[in-house]
């Protein structure tokens, strides 16, 4: 059984960091890409990021560039975001998604986590 | 960037009823390997979102088969044959054929 599970939300203030995981199982990790996707309160589904399976590619929204950094350990089987200089505007919940949407769609999801930027 | 847009906004449909949503993205979501990379997603209240259909019309595994997608190039709708009560919640297109991936900003069905 497909399982993600994410971790290292919280509250932050506004130009702080934070750091999320998802841990995956039930599949084989570095067979895919994986992508962080997140929702603010009350809001629609923003892409955030994707890091490929085998060559470490990686692709961001322009909202987070720069500030973000997705990582994978394969060995580990997880899924991080390093997430630097926060705003206001990037409280939401966070969801990591086995996947690049593309040939290999967005099958499984985690439950999020959600990060609150707020002084 | 690709943008999609999802009409209605809101849906409130009778249990039993079909339910109907577009979908429309600002240019062809065809691929160069020929493939259109065109996905709808269910969110139920207070859950993460699901994906029901991916590629435009395949089912994802324990998907019902009254979920249904079609369309082509810019234009695609998913339809609700009888709509349940478990159906109720957002539904999101989204692209995957070019980086960012979009999302269309979400149709709400309840029931009447």
């Known amino acids: 059984e497909v399982q993600l599970l994410e971790s290292g939300g919280g509250l932050v203030q506004p130009g702080g960091s934070l750091r999320l995981s998802c841990a995956a199982s039930?599949?084989?990790?570095?067979?895919?890409?994986m992508t962080w996707v997140r929702q603010a309160p009350g809001q629609g589904l923003e892409w955030v990021s994707v890091i490929r399976g085998v060559n470490d590619d990686t692709y961001y929204a322009d909202s987070v560039k720069g500030r973000f950094t997705i990582s994978r350990d394969n060995s580990r089987n997880t899924l991080s975001l390093q997430m630097n200089s926060l705003r206001a505007e990037d409280t939401a919940i966070y969801y990591c998604a086995k996947g690049s949407g593309g040939y290999h769609p967005f099958d499984y999801w985690g439950q999020g986590t959600l990060v609150t930027v707020s002084s | 960037d690709i943008v999609m847009t999802q009409t209605p906004l809101s849906s409130p449909v009778t249990l039993g009823q079909p339910a109907s949503i577009s979908c429309r993205s600002s240019?062809?979501?065809?691929?160069?390997?020929?493939?259109?990379?065109l996905s709808w997603l269910q969110q139920r209240p207070g859950q993460p979102p699901r994906l029901l259909i991916y590629?435009?019309?395949n089912r994802f595994s324990g998907v019902p088969d009254r979920f249904s997608g079609s369309g082509t190039g810019t234009d695609f709708t998913l339809r609700i044959s009888r709509v349940e009560a478990e159906d109720v919640g957002v539904y999101y297109c989204m692209q995957a054929t070019q980086f960012p991936r979009t999302f269309g900003g979400g149709t709400k069905v309840e029931i009447k």
């Open positions: 590629k435009v019309s």
């Open positions: 039930g599949f084989t990790f570095s067979d895919y890409a």
């Open positions: 240019q062809s979501l065809v691929d160069s390997d020929g493939n259109t990379y």
